[in-house]
């Protein structure tokens, strides 16, 4: 069993900045492929950006250029940073791990957190 705790969310006005982070319970990087998801009030949940066990890194392309998704693994930490915020920004962003090394679908994501509010908003 794998816990996942997201923080780092908030408030933040159009143009800041945010890293949000995901700690997870015992060290997993190397076989999990880390995802970071979003839930925007009425919409689905979409994904935003994986980093595979290899460490390569995928982006939805409405964030490329904005958001990166480094991984400390001394700390069993992944991060979402987030710059240029846009009020479409504004979700309940999650982290989640799966053993599917691409992690694409939702469905194939073994572990959640709770997920952490980011609003953007003046």
């Known amino acids: 069993q794998v816990q996942l705790v997201e923080s780092g969310g908030g408030l933040v006005q159009p143009g800041g900045s945010l890293r949000l982070s995901c700690a997870a319970s015992r060290t997993i990087f190397t076989i999990y492929t880390m995802g970071w998801y979003r839930q925007a009030p009425g919409k689905q949940r979409e994904l935003v950006a994986t980093?595979?066990?290899?460490?390569?890194?995928n982006y939805v392309d409405s964030v490329k250029g904005r958001f990166t998704i480094p991984r400390d693994n001394a700390k069993n930490t992944v991060y979402l940073q987030i710059n240029s915020l846009k009020a479409e920004d504004t979700a309940v962003y999650y982290c989640?791990?799966?053993?599917?090394?691409?992690?694409?679908?939702?469905?194939?994501?073994?572990?959640w957190g709770q997920g952490t509010q980011v609003t953007v908003s003046s």
């Open positions: 980093i595979t066990s290899g460490g390569n890194t």
């Open positions: 989640a791990a799966t053993r599917n090394y691409y992690g694409t679908r939702e469905g194939q994501y073994d572990y």
